[in-house]
Each structure stands twice: as C-alpha cells, then as structure tokens.
C-alpha cells in the first residue's frame, strides 16, 4: 500500500521513517540512500551499511520492512550490503523481530504522503 499511495519519498522523509522503523536496533546498521542521505540506527559503528537504490525500493520495503523483504530486493539489485555478512545476519535477525503495529504503518504513511503532497502545496503557495 505505501509503495502505490507514496511511491517516490524524498531522501528527507526516507531518512525519518527508517529511524522510526528501524530505531530500536541494538546492532548498530547504515542506511545509505538514492540521492546520497546517510542514516545510522543503533549505537556504534555500524557493522553493515544497506544502500537502496531507488525511492520505489524504499518504498516498497516500507510495505513490509522483513529481512525477506530486504534479502529479495538484494537478488533483485535494487539493494546491496556493505560490510560484514555474518554482522548483517545478526542484524537482521534482531530486525526480524520488529512488528509494527496499525498505528506506527498509518503514521508512516501520514509522513510520505506529506512529502509527496509538499513540493505541490510549495508551489501553490508561491
């Protein structure tokens, strides 16, 4: 659903929901962005950093942010891991535990499609 209704995040937006999603991790992970945005979950270094290439993966994987999810995305290119593989199974095991609940999904998806209408209602303001 988020993938049809808010397809194309900015970088901005993209950055928050993966710290809401994904902020309670104890194995400190990197996300690396389409248009360059860097964001760090967890304390420390991080062990893996996961690049996403395309807002449409993003979004996408909003839908269902599942380790399957992530590892599909990965045979499909739109994804890559770098760092240690046997840190990312870690992490990804701990991230396989996070289950949103009804309420987190509608806030997340109030957030994207606040972006999406954003660049609109700038412009009409002008």
Do not use: C
């Amino acid at each position: 659903m988020i993938a049809q209704l808010a397809p194309r995040p900015s970088g901005h937006t993209a950055a928050a929901v993966l710290r809401q999603v994904f902020g309670s991790l104890r194995v400190p992970v990197a996300f690396r962005l389409w248009d360059g945005t860097a964001v760090r979950v967890g304390a420390g270094s991080p062990v893996v950093t996961v690049v996403i290439h395309k807002p449409e993966t993003f979004a996408q994987l909003m839908d269902d942010p599942s380790p399957g999810h992530f590892a599909e995305a990965y045979v499909a290119s739109d994804v890559d891991f770098d760092g240690d593989m046997l840190e990312m199974m870690r992490a990804a095991n701990e991230a396989d535990a996070i289950h949103l609940t009804f309420g987190q999904k509608l806030g997340i998806l109030w957030m994207l499609l606040r972006d999406r209408w954003a660049p609109r209602e700038r412009v009409a303001a002008r």
